[in-house]
Structure formats: C-alpha cells, structure tokens
T-cell receptor
Framework: KAGVTQTPRYLIKTRGQQVTLSCSPI?????VSWYQQTPGQGLQFLFE???????NKGNFPGRFSGRQFSNSRSEMNVSTLELGDSALYLC?????????????????FGPGTRLLVL | SQQGEEDPQALSIQEGENATMNCSYK?????LQWYRQNSGRGLVHLIL?????REKHSGRLRVTLDTSKKSSSLLITASRAADTASYFC????????????FGAGTRLAVHP
C-alpha cells in the first residue's frame, strides 16, 4: 500500500498570501488529521476530518481551515499568511481515527509540507 | 499546549549502547504512541501501547507505561547510528478528543 502523500513538499510564500496544502491518505483510511510543527511550539494539532466532517479543531485562528473530499483526500488552507505560519505541516491518516472509549488507531504520517513565509 | 514532556531533551550515546527516553503526561489516556522523526521529515510510527497494557516489545524497542505515574519509557537496545533521530511520545487523551498530543521530543545521537 502506498503511504500518506502530501503536496507540495516545499513552498515559499510572502506575508498576506494564502496557501493550500494537500494530503492523500492511505487507501481505505477515512480519518485525516493535520498537525503543525515549529521549533518553538513543537507539534500541535490543527484539525481532524472523518467522512468529510470536521470532528475536532485545535487552537488555531480562523485563518486555518480545511476540508475533506468524498475520496478522503484532504486539503488545508491558510489565508493571510503571517511569518509565524512558517512550519512543517504534517498530515496523518488512520482507518477510523482516534475515538474515545478505548478504540485506538495508529496514525500514519506523511512526509510533510515545509512552508516558508517571507 | 503539550500534554507530554520527554526527558532527556537530548541524548548522546555510542553504537551498541542502550538508549532510554522518558515521557510524562497530564491526563487520563486511551493510548500512548511513540514516533521517530529524522531531520524534520515525517513521523514514523514505532509502537502503540494501550492504557491497560504495561509493557510492549517490538524488535529492539521496549515500551513501558505506568498510568498511575502518568509516564512511559522507550528503550532502544543495541543502538545503531541509523537510530539517530528525534523521538516523540504522543497521547490519545481519554474522552474522545480525536487528536494526538505530542511531547517536545528527545533528540538522540548515536555515534559510530
């Protein structure tokens, strides 16, 4: 099975622009999560989608948004980019996602998209 | 905010030695997972241990979980230069939050 793929791998933008990142999960996986990794804040959860519905959202401003398509592919969008948005954006997929009550799923991560905002 | 905290922050050892990394967390969890990351690339899943398990092995990896102390440890035995990477613990918080909360990571350097 092919792993999680993310495009593009590298991106350079300027402040005020917007950007769209794409994630293709492992075939058969219906849950896609997004994480931001920076040297200062570490790995932080952005949001999680399951069957085209956002189930959870992290503490990020409304400039960060996402969606999931019927084939489980997901995109995240960042509008009005700021210097602090420079980061490695990681996508993870799993069969059903993490769920309460003891049902747990391994999250498989993609290689990430490295975004640099100038 | 980060749930987990790893220690040490950095670890430097020689090939063949064992490496132990620790992780502490704050809330009740469903499971705890360990990941490896090489030079800012994607995360590679190493092992998942559920809250009702105390120890798990996978090849040269041994993970323990003590829910009473809210802590976990990752032991890499007979380390190799290829084990050089950052290691993160991530918790799936109990209550259906559908997200992993990561610690700050341990940077492991294994010298030939």
């Amino acid at each position: 099975k092919a792993g999680v793929t993310q495009t593009p791998r590298y991106l350079i933008k300027t402040r005020g622009q917007q950007v769209t990142l794409s994630c293709s999960p492992i075939s058969g996986h219906r849950s896609v999560s997004w994480y931001q990794q920076t040297p200062g804040q570490g790995l932080q959860f952005l949001f999680e989608y399951f069957s085209e519905t956002q189930r959870n959202k992290g503490n990020f401003p409304g400039r960060f948004s996402g969606r999931q398509f019927s084939n489980s592919r997901s995109e995240m969008n960042v509008s009005t980019l700021e210097l602090g948005d420079s980061a490695l954006y990681l996508c993870a997929s799993s069969l059903e996602g993490l769920a309460g009550g003891g049902l747990s799923e391994t999250q498989y991560f993609g290689p990430g998209t490295r975004l640099l905002v100038l | 905010s980060q749930q987990g905290e790893e220690d040490p922050q950095a670890l430097s050892i020689q090939e063949g030695e064992n490496a132990t990394m620790n992780c502490s967390y704050k809330t009740s969890i469903n499971n705890l997972q360990w990941y490896r990351q090489n030079s800012g690339r994607g995360l590679v899943h190493l092992i998942l241990i559920r809250s009702n398990e105390r120890e798990k092995h996978s090849g040269r990896l041994r993970v323990t979980l003590d829910t009473s102390k809210k802590s976990s440890s990752l032991l890499i035995t007979a380390s190799r230069a290829a084990d050089t990477a950052s290691y993160f613990c991530a918790t799936d918080r109990a209550g259906g939050y559908n997200k992993l909360i990561f610690g700050a990571g341990t940077r492991l350097a294994v010298h030939p």
